[in-house]
């Protein structure tokens, strides 16, 4: 019989451990961690995400501040107020809410937040930090699945661990923090994507699947060898008649092919997903705390 | 038959083509590149390598400084030369020898140098800009091993690479470079490394080995497949009666098990070594030329 892997009760527990620190920094005098996101236009999803987010300040007891932009704001128009932002001594962290109207460049705009405050991890500063094994602000997707890993005790050293899909934000830092010396990690990394050849031989060696490709269903029951421990990243939308919003969010894995054969495994939604955004929080904690710089 | 990557040869190649370089740009009126190398104390290892840096530097007509102290200099006078270098702008670039007295923490040093002129690679926003695939100053180590695989147009798009070790200046970036999009890259990596169980079984399947484990000899003939190209990047000093110095090089590679096997195959001394001098000039004049930031 298969676990699987419950991230929504994972990122409550997560939360109310959260909840319970900020309760404790406000007995002891200090301000409230200071959480605020910008979001630019009105993007569906985005707005969702956000609305989440700011959520979910509210419930661990963070002060959000959320700052809106219309579609045509200019790109100096957000560098200016990232630069207040970085400024602002009541405010621990920030995030700008991903994808970008085209007329900004989302490299220009991750650089310009201080690293220090970027609690989404997209900083150069954090991202080479991860890679060095330094404290450092670690990206939502790949600490929530290493969270996950963390609280349901899956043993990860010398086993082999196959990551599919080398994005920057899931792939290839997932597969460092995998690699790295102590727990979870000390795993033997392989990552795959569109140009490996060998894709079904590699996973079926796999004792820990990390699915990160953005393709529906991707990975397939014969791809998964007994007893592997599978990480669906997958959330697309894809048409259904059975919701009333007429998606639904499909993972990258086959669930019913692949769970009989797992000893663990991530269901989408209620997987990885509210793990993110238990991420996002505990760096904010992590910020407000001042324990990584 | 295999054939022996010539690094020496190469190594000579790219200095000639830096050479003219150097040569127009000051034909342009324009000043010559500027390396400076910090060296604490007397490390036999260290004086010969920076020896050779600054001889290096010598032949393709670079500027050069060699800034020394002693091994009781205070990490507060180190970061006060390192500042003033920062702010000198008759210099394009600069390192600091590792590895440094105890008494010195490493990595305030690294991340005391701008990154700008950061031209070993090491400062995080280096480290992270090359792992999002960002332009960068790449460590010396693994960009030779790329410029060899480049030179020899050794095939790499779907082959299956296995790194051995995963050290912070040659397993994690080399990694990071093989499964980058586009050539030499778009490898299927998989890194191995001391907690790795399956091993040989894992190099046999293996395309490309790259062994950067610093473990004499450890690479076996009965660990690589036939026509695998075999990177060695291991350079331990082990004692000889055969050398006027008492000591001799040796690889991570059994050699002449392996050669037999291989397609291509770098040789210790005399493969990636030569390699990581030029990296460091590459980085130099792409910094003259401002090219990077």
Redesign the interface.
């Known amino acids: 019989m298969y676990t699987i892997i419950d991230g929504k009760a994972i990122s409550e527990q997560v939360k109310t451990e959260i909840a319970e620190e900020v309760k404790q920094m406000m007995a002891a005098g200090k301000r409230a961690p200071h959480l605020a996101v910008i979001i630019v236009g009105h993007d569906g999803g985005s707005e969702t995400y956000v609305a989440h987010k700011v959520k979910s300040c509210e419930q661990v007891g963070f002060t959000s501040t959320k700052i809106m932009f219309e579609d045509n704001v200019t790109e100096i128009e957000l560098l200016a107020k990232i630069e207040e932002l970085n400024n602002n001594k009541e405010l621990d962290g920030f995030i700008v809410q991903l994808p970008l109207p085209k007329h900004i460049s989302e490299?220009k705009v991750i650089e310009a937040i201080d690293y220090r405050k970027d609690v989404d991890g997209f900083?150069?500063?954090?991202?080479?930090?991860m890679?060095?094994?330094?404290p450092c602000y670690v990206s939502a997707t790949p600490s929530g699945i290493i969270e996950l890993l963390k609280r349901y005790e899956i043993p990860t050293?010398?086993k082999?661990c196959v990551v599919i899909g080398?994005s920057?934000i899931v792939g290839?830092?997932v597969?460092?923090l995998m690699?790295?010396k102590g727990y979870p990690g000390?795993?033997?990394?392989?990552?795959?994507?569109s140009?490996?050849?060998?894709l079904k031989e590699?996973c079926l060696q796999a004792d820990i699947i990390i699915a990160a490709l953005g393709m529906p269903e991707f990975l397939t029951g014969d791809m998964v060898k007994n007893g592997a421990a599978v990480i669906d990243v997958g959330t697309t939308r894809v048409p259904s008649d059975k919701t009333k919003s007429g998606f639904r969010l499909s993972g990258d894995v086959k669930f019913d092919e692949v769970a009989p054969k797992c000893s663990f495994i991530t269901p989408v939604p209620g997987g990885v997903g509210p793990m993110t955004i238990v991420s996002l929080l505990k760096n904010t904690l992590l910020a407000a705390k001042g324990e990584i710089y």
């Open positions: 490299q900083h150069p500063v954090n991202v080479g930090r890679s060095i094994g330094l050293s010398g082999n080398r920057n290839k830092p597969a460092t690699m790295q000390d795993a033997t990394v392989t990552v795959c994507h140009r490996t050849k060998n590699i």
